[in-house]
């Protein structure tokens, strides 16, 4: 069986929860407990040596960051698709997922806020303002880029889920844990209550895990 | 003709610059300059939402995203392959690709390095030192992939430059800009050598770009 080396509140885990929720895919549940800092252990750190999760193990494969992890699943499962069948589709679902992979998530996660404080002396409202501030300006990217398009139905791309929702709802979660106005965001927001009204994005859900404190 | 929205000292836009002429494209390039604020202008916006290098236009698809970017110029000119032929191999280039594409290059670019400056007061040592914590911990991480694995040979996958050196080498001109000991990488040290000496690497670094200052 597969097994997923992830954490309840960890945002790229959850993206990977929903990826294998919508494949319908079953997999067992590891915990690395990013707070107590158990993805710095040696055993952990042979898995993943940037020490961050999810991680996949696909029997002798271990598979690292997200998006890579999303295409595996995505060549070895191919049903039901996770991508459009159309290579400029593709590109959009993928520069989708992108701006939260890259330009939002880094910025805002659990080590660059660790860092900011014991190097930088930030307190917690200036943390909280860092992480609006970033994940407000890739959601207005992303929400011109949803709006504009009539590709954008239901989800982000068309009528099915793809790998844009599944690493989108992760990051408005984390959105509304920094008390993000999400106002400016219609499209977002309405997308987000369309995907979290399925079972595979509820199940994959942070506090639906079973290491959830 | 593609055409290509860059700037010569982006490493993002380095890296599609590197897949082109790795697959022998021609294109036209127009120079965004990200110093002085071009990146903003509502036309170029217009052609990239979050108001980044690098864009590609081919005909009327407009792509961002550099990895997006690079996966659609893999999916459309397959000769000669970016790719490794298996999915285990395919993913394993991916996550290097984007330990570089998520989680060093995203949190010293311009725009944090920027914002730590204006918002928080970091001054240039400080900014200087903040470029090499976060190149030092994703090198950590590639070096410690790259050592220990076996497809590691003249480049990071095997004996044909993929994905996964199209990413790094880009970035280890950064870690250069930023002045950071290469000493502890001499896998990634060995590889930028091999990759700068091929003529598609030496025609898309930044010194040799038409708007190089």
């Given at each position: 069986?597969?097994?997923?080396?992830?954490?309840?509140?960890?945002?790229?885990?959850?993206?990977?929860?929903?990826?294998?929720?919508?494949?319908?895919?079953?997999?067992?549940?590891?915990?690395i407990?990013?707070?107590?800092?158990?993805?710095?252990?040696?055993?952990?750190?042979a898995?993943?040596?940037?020490?961050?999760?999810?991680?996949l193990?696909?029997?002798e494969?271990?598979?690292?960051?997200?998006?890579?992890?999303?295409?595996?699943?995505?060549?070895?499962?191919?049903?039901?698709p996770?991508?459009p069948?159309?290579?400029?589709?593709?590109?959009?679902?993928?520069?989708?997922?992108?701006?939260v992979?890259?330009?939002i998530?880094?910025?805002?996660?659990?080590?660059?806020?660790?860092?900011?404080?014991?190097a930088?002396?930030?307190?917690?409202?200036a943390?909280?303002r860092?992480?609006?501030?970033?994940?407000?300006?890739?959601?207005?990217?992303?929400?011109?880029m949803l709006?504009?398009?009539?590709?954008?139905?239901?989800?982000?791309h068309?009528?099915?889920?793809?790998?844009?929702?599944?690493?989108?709802?992760?990051?408005?979660?984390?959105?509304?844990?920094?008390?993000?106005?999400?106002?400016p965001y219609?499209?977002?927001?309405?997308?987000?209550a369309?995907c979290?009204?399925?079972?595979?994005?509820?199940?994959?859900?942070?506090?639906?895990?079973?290491?959830?404190?």
């Amino acid at each position: 069986m597969l097994k997923l080396y992830g954490y309840f509140r960890s945002s790229a885990a959850y993206r990977i929860r929903i990826v294998l929720n919508l494949k319908g895919l079953a997999y067992e549940q590891s915990s690395i407990h990013l707070r107590r800092g158990e993805q710095f252990k040696p055993a952990y750190r042979a898995l993943n040596p940037l020490a961050r999760v999810p991680t996949l193990i696909d029997g002798e494969r271990v598979l690292n960051q997200s998006l890579a992890i999303a295409e595996y699943v995505e060549e070895r499962w191919p049903e039901p698709p996770l991508l459009p069948g159309d290579a400029a589709g593709r590109a959009r679902v993928r520069a989708l997922a992108l701006i939260v992979a890259c330009d939002i998530h880094p910025i805002q996660n659990t080590s660059v806020l660790a860092y900011i404080e014991t190097a930088h002396g930030f307190d917690e409202p200036a943390k909280t303002r860092w992480a609006q501030h970033w994940i407000a300006g890739g959601f207005d990217a992303i929400e011109t880029m949803l709006a504009r398009d009539p590709t954008t139905e239901t989800y982000c791309h068309g009528e099915r889920p793809t790998v844009a929702d599944a690493f989108l709802i992760p990051q408005v979660a984390n959105a509304r844990r920094f008390a993000l106005d999400l106002t400016p965001y219609p499209t977002i927001v309405r997308i987000d209550a369309a995907c979290r009204a399925l079972a595979p994005f509820a199940a994959a859900a942070t506090e639906s895990q079973p290491d959830a404190a």
